[in-house]
């Protein structure tokens, strides 16, 4: 008899599945595609490495051989503003990875098989019923069709949001619509003109609302993409890649950068692909990281909110299932939209131009800029730092101005 169904092999999937199996629990892990696949997403947090290692999966991690990251470095025009984790205020790691996360998600579901959770691949939720005492799962496999009927059920299927699908749990996002174009290149920039521990987050010269993100991998190659709305995609014609690299002509620092890189996989286009849900469980079941709501890409929030999902999901299902009394709300989602909410104040501040005004002030206050570095190494469920939670988006307007003020 199946514990727990986990809808999902990526990074929420494989943790709560390591996290309950080695509890003793019986996981079943479904996945739609056959890994190791593509994925964006490959600029960890520091807080992840904390979660990873608490997990116990660290270390597989490390035997990757991962680009090792330390930090982070915002560029516009003549701006350059660095931040290295190491700077933080928030006790943790002051490192983590930059990764390519076909191999990375790999590895980690292969933690949680080895923790003893049945991973299978290839594997499509086709209907879900939550309605009676136990959720009811029809998966399709090839011509084979399967019904489990488990304890709990965890949807960890990321931008395929099984869930919010067949439950009707989608919800328009407050964010505009925006769009990514994406690539994987061979860098081939000279060393030392880069430092290839930190990313790169560069801003349009005239439009503050479009940037770019440079990951560097240890391999010389490096993920590279473009982020704007709609609107300013569409002024560019051809394919992908000529749309591509024109968006990166708009920005000549980073075309410098990359004036000799050429492209090792197709160039991807991902759009409109904020979302929320009107909620984050129900009876029988929980949604964890992307399959719940996704903010944006700038600040590499998405696998730190899935691996923090899946942790606390997982510590709850455990209570439950010792027949401790839970409360979901409380326990759960209260606590996963404390960070959420923190991120959200970060992507807001950044296209509204506060964010990027405290990024780029040249005379930061210390003890300020420690507080703001903690929530970009991912450590946005810090309590003690002010610029976390519902009040964070009211503080960091209230800094923006204050760095206005010190400027004219």
């Known amino acids: 008899m199946v514990d727990v169904l986990i809808i999902g092999a990526g990074p929420s999937g494989s943790m709560s599945a390591a996290l309950l199996a080695s509890k003793g629990y019986e996981v079943l892990v479904l996945e739609k595609q056959r890994f190791p696949r593509f994925s964006i997403g490959e600029s960890l947090l520091a807080s992840t490495a904390g979660m990873l290692s608490e997990a116990g999966m660290l270390d597989a991690v490390m035997s990757c051989g991962f680009q090792f990251k330390n930090g982070a470095t915002f560029v516009r025009d003549d701006d350059y503003s660095e931040f290295n984790f190491a700077d933080k205020s928030s006790e943790g790691f002051p490192y983590t990875f930059q990764v390519e996360r076909a191999q990375f998600d790999q590895v980690l579901a292969d933690e949680a098989a080895r923790r003893g959770a049945t991973v299978r691949y290839e594997v499509e939720i086709t209907a879900v019923d939550a309605s009676g005492e136990r959720p009811v799962v029809t998966a399709k496999a090839g011509d084979e069709i399967t019904t489990y009927r488990p304890r709990f059920v965890l949807d960890a299927s990321g931008f395929g949001r099984t869930l919010p699908r067949l439950?009707?749990?989608?919800?328009?996002?407050?964010?505009?619509?925006?769009?990514?174009?994406?690539?994987?290149?061979?860098?081939?920039?000279?060393?030392?003109?880069?430092?290839?521990?930190?990313?790169?987050?560069?801003?349009?010269?005239?439009?503050?609302?479009?940037?770019?993100?440079?990951?560097?991998?240890?391999?010389?190659?490096?993920?590279?993409?473009v982020v704007a709305s709609r609107e300013h995609h569409a002024k560019f014609s051809g394919t992908n890649e000529e749309r591509l690299w024109q968006l990166i002509a708009e920005e000549p620092g980073l075309h410098e950068l990359l004036e000799k890189a050429q492209t090792v996989r197709a160039v991807g286009e991902l759009a409109g692909y904020a979302a929320k849900v009107s909620r984050l469980h129900g009876p029988g079941f929980a949604l964890l990281?992307?399959?719940?709501?996704?903010?944006?890409?700038?600040?590499?929030?998405?696998?730190?909110?899935?691996?923090?999902?899946?942790?606390?999901?997982?510590?709850?299902l455990d209570k439950q299932f010792r027949g401790e009394a839970v409360d979901w709300e409380a326990g759960f989602a209260e606590p996963l939209n404390y960070g959420v909410e923190t991120f959200r104040s970060f992507v807001d501040g950044w296209y509204n131009g506060d964010l990027q005004d405290v990024i780029f002030f040249e005379h930061k206050e210390p003890v300020i800029r420690r507080m703001i570095c903690s929530v970009l190494a991912g450590y946005a469920w810090d309590q003690k730092n002010p610029y976390t939670g519902p009040q964070s988006a009211r503080r960091l307007r209230a800094l923006a101005n204050t760095v206005r003020a010190a400027r004219s």
Do not use: M, Y
């Open 289 to 316: 990281g992307n399959a719940a709501e996704f903010l944006d890409p700038v600040f590499s929030s998405g696998v730190t909110i899935a691996l923090k999902s899946a942790r606390l999901a997982a510590e709850l």
């Open 167 to 225: 439950l009707d749990l989608d919800r328009p996002s407050d964010f505009p619509a925006r769009a990514a174009l994406f690539v994987h290149v061979k860098d081939n920039i000279v060393s030392g003109v880069f430092d290839r521990q930190k990313i790169r987050i560069g801003v349009h010269p005239t439009k503050a609302d479009v940037w770019s993100w440079l990951i560097p991998f240890s391999n010389g190659n490096a993920s590279l993409g």
